[in-house]
């Protein structure tokens, strides 16, 4: 398996513009997180899902956040409007169903708001 | 609600130093236990886990074991080599839903 994967790698863009970084996660893997990194915060859970369903989405900081998961292969994580505080490296993680494993990461999007 | 609780650093060290980054947890029930490491530009790899009380983690020349007596996970590594510089995580998965509570990262730096 390739693992998990986001796109895109890096994004730049305007403050007010629409951002929405995707993440495809390991087949079979029942559950599927967005985590928020930042030098300041560290790294805090945003959201995750369970069989595509959103079980604990507290961390999403406000409004302007959103995070979906249409089917068992693709979710998204979308900002509107952005802001600069909003830079950040954002990275989706996948893991089975049994409490032993570990979750399994991406490589990340860092996302540049200026 | 669980929670991780580790040095967060910046530790230094000398190559072939030895290594003990310390990881506390609260959690309810028993959670397995994880050490993850970040490299400079990537994402969270798993370094070692253990899933039950007196299990010993290992890999790499790393090691942790969780003990339950005194709710810790703490890393050790013998001898440090200038390619371990990263952040190390400590993190547990809870039994009540699956989920993953992360410590704050430790960054290790290794000079040769």
């Known amino acids: 398996d390739a693992g998990v994967i986001q796109s895109p790698r890096h994004e730049v863009t305007e403050m007010g513009q629409e951002v929405t970084l995707r993440c495809k996660p390991i087949?079979?893997?029942?559950?599927l997180f967005w985590y928020r990194q930042t030098m300041m915060r560290g790294l805090e859970l945003l959201i995750y899902?369970?069989?595509?369903?959103?079980?604990?989405d507290s961390g999403m900081p406000e409004d302007r956040f959103s995070a979906k998961m249409p089917n068992a292969s693709f979710s998204t994580l979308k900002i509107q409007p952005s802001e600069p505080r909003d830079s950040a490296v954002y990275f989706c993680?996948?893991?089975?169903?049994?409490?032993?494993?570990?979750?399994?990461f991406g490589q990340g999007t860092r996302l540049t708001v200026v | 609600g669980d929670s991780v609780t580790q040095m967060e650093g910046p530790v230094t060290l000398s190559e072939e130093a030895f290594l003990t980054i310390n990881c506390t947890y609260t959690?309810?029930?028993?959670?397995?236990l994880f050490w993850y490491v970040q490299y400079p530009g990537e994402g969270l790899q798993l370094l070692l886990k253990?899933?039950?009380?007196?299990d010993k983690g290992s890999n790499k020349g790393f090691e942790a074991t969780y003990r339950k007596e005194t709710t810790s996970f703490h890393l050790e590594k013998g001898s440090v080599q200038v390619s371990d510089s990263a952040v190390y995580f400590c993190?547990?998965?809870?039994?009540?839903?699956?989920?993953?509570?992360f410590g704050p990262g430790t960054r290790l730096s290794v000079l040769p």
């Open positions: 959690a309810t029930g028993y959670p397995s």
């Open positions: 993190a547990l998965s809870g039994n009540y839903g699956q989920n993953f509570v």
């Open positions: 899902f369970n069989n595509n369903v959103p079980i604990d």
């Open positions: 993680a996948s893991s089975p169903i049994s409490v032993f494993t570990e979750a399994f």
């Open positions: 087949s079979g893997h029942d559950y």
């Open positions: 253990a899933t039950k009380a007196d």
